[in-house]
T-cell receptor
Framework: DADVTQTPRNRITKTGKRIMLECSQT?????MYWYRQDPGLGLRLIYY???????NKGEISDGYSVSRQAQAKFSLSLESAIPNQTALYFC????????????FGPGTRLTVL | GQQVMQIPQYQHVQEGEDFTTYCNSS?????IQWYKQRPGGHPVFLIQ?????EVKKQKRLTFQFGEAKKNSSLHITATQTTDVGTYFC????????????FGQGTILTVHP
């Protein structure tokens, strides 16, 4: 089984709809992150959480909110989706030892019409 | 704000040719990480460099961290079709260890 999973993998929605993207991990990591990827812009950090009670805004948090339901679960919500939120969304986790490398989920491709 | 710039954005090579991507930061970095994303896949960690002037090799891949710790490079010798994908560098965002700011990525295409 994959260590970091994301649901759904693909979603098409309409402008103004509320959308939730979910992320679960079995790596036992405290740190979790949400990124969006757009062509030519790399990966941009939306929100991050270093433990269950710690939530922080990243570079581009406007229009998004998150919930850390448990150590293993971190959800990203778009309260009222707009077309420029069409992107590939990745969840990632990291530990606190060694290189602190990030482990990414498979991604959710979101299209807002 | 802190920026990590990566060039080129695209690189097309013939199989067997070498490839290099460059990463430059506007500020000194405590470390730099490199990731590879295969087409349709997710980023996968390759390596972290920490020391000034550090050079690390992984088979045909050579990673360098500049003396001033503001730039880095990834060089692939004799590319293969399995090397296709997007290569990202990433440095710590701000002073908090654990957050990363990613470069825009270099998309490598290898023609057989």
């Amino acid at each position: 089984d994959a260590d970091v999973t994301q649901t759904p993998r693909n979603r098409i929605t309409k402008t103004g709809k509320r959308i939730m993207l979910e992320c679960s991990q079995t790596k036992g990591h405290d740190r979790m992150y949400w990124y969006r990827q757009d062509p030519g812009l790399g990966l941009r950090l939306i929100y991050y959480s270093f433990d269950v009670k710690d939530i922080n805004k990243g570079e581009i948090s406007d229009g998004y909110s998150v919930s850390r339901q448990a150590q293993a679960k971190f959800s990203l919500s778009l309260e009222s989706a707009i077309p420029n939120q069409t992107a590939l969304y990745f969840c990632a986790t990291s530990g606190t030892r060694g290189a602190n490398e990030q482990f990414f989920g498979p991604g959710t491709r979101l299209t807002v019409l | 704000g802190q920026q990590v710039m990566q060039i080129p954005q695209y690189q097309h090579v013939q199989e067997g040719e070498d490839f290099t991507t460059y990463c430059n930061s506007s500020t000194t970095l405590s470390n730099i990480q490199w990731y590879k994303q295969r087409p349709g896949g997710h980023p996968v960690f390759l390596i972290q460099l920490v020391k000034s002037g550090e050079v690390k090799k992984q088979k045909r891949l050579t990673f360098q961290f500049g003396e001033a710790k503001k730039n880095s490079s990834l060089h692939i010798t004799a590319t293969q079709t399995t090397d296709v994908g997007t290569y990202f560098c990433a440095g710590p965002l701000g002073t908090s260890y654990g957050k990363l700011t990613f470069g825009q990525g270099t998309i490598l295409t290898v023609h057989p």
